[in-house]
């Protein structure tokens, strides 16, 4: 039977999400204690993508297939049971044989948060501390570039070869709350997302919002696709995956 879970995790404590030799990583963790589950049969996760270490999860997806008979409400009470505490699985459920959780996905949204105020070491894994003001009003109206169906080979690594580099943002928001004034968060809703994509497009606003670079700079950085032309890769620990979507 195909399971389908939803779970977040804290990605400071991982070596990213995919399984690595010798390495702690949550598909390594929660493939263990599927193991176990499953009468001590393998059992291989499908996740709708990869994080990279540091990066954090609020409801990233993966499918298994099970030899066992077990309800999703159990499935999840044993797994929380199991795995280590900087991971929970919020929700199981049955799907098709048919389904993939990375095959079938039609949109993932990435947020990214940047704390503008005083150095915070409890949130440092958290949230980017840059610690200092930006221009919001500059990045906000480089954002607007961005969105829709673009080649983003700008934003992705020098040495990451793909057969398209096309991808479209539907949409690309920078977001102040009111009760945490000095808390931005960068918000990308879109079709897919390369390696390193939105890490990159975040270092670029923010030296858009240092006044190194204008906003409209962003249009001659697409239409480069180079990555000499966009900035600094942003560190992981303010990138959150916060949704995925299906049909």
């Known amino acids: 039977m195909r399971y389908l879970i939803t779970f977040s995790y804290d990605g400071s404590k991982y070596s990213g999400y995919q399984k690595q030799p010798k390495m702690k990583t949550v598909q390594g963790e929660l493939e263990k204690a599927l193991k176990t589950l499953n009468d001590n049969t393998k059992v291989v996760l499908n996740a709708s993508g990869r994080t990279d270490a540091g990066v954090h999860a609020l409801n990233q997806k993966a499918h ?3 030899q ?15 795995i280590p505490d900087t991971i929970y ?3 199981a459920e049955i799907v098709d044989d048919s389904f ?5 996905v039609v949109a993932k949204e990435y947020v990214y948060k940047i704390n503008l105020g005083e150095y915070n ?5 958290y949230i980017l501390q840059y610690n200092k003001p930006l221009d919001v009003v500059e990045m906000e109206r480089a954002l607007k570039y961005l969105e829709g169906t673009h080649n983003f080979r700008s934003f992705v690594k020098i040495d990451e070869e793909k057969e398209s580099y096309e991808r479209t943002l539907v949409s690309a928001n920078l977001i ?3 009760k945490h004034v000095n808390t931005l968060t960068l918000s990308f809703l879109g079709t897919g997302f390369m390696r390193y994509m939105v890490r990159n497009i975040v270092g670029t606003l923010i030296e858009i919002g240092e006044g190194k670079r204008k906003s409209e700079d962003m249009i001659p950085i697409l239409k ?3 990555r000499m032309y966009a900035g600094k890769t942003a560190l992981p620990n303010g990138l959150y995956l916060k949704d995925v979507f299906y049909r």
Do not use: C, G
């Open 89 to 91: 699985i919020k929700k």
């Open 100 to 104: 993939h959780a990375r095959f079938d």
């Open 64 to 66: 298994f297939d099970l």
């Open 176 to 178: 102040r709350d009111v």
């Open 68 to 82: 066992i008979k077990i309800t999703p409400e159990k499935l999840q009470k044993a797994l929380n049971s199991m």
């Open 121 to 125: 070491p409890i949130e440092k894994d």
């Open 224 to 226: 480069e696709e180079n």
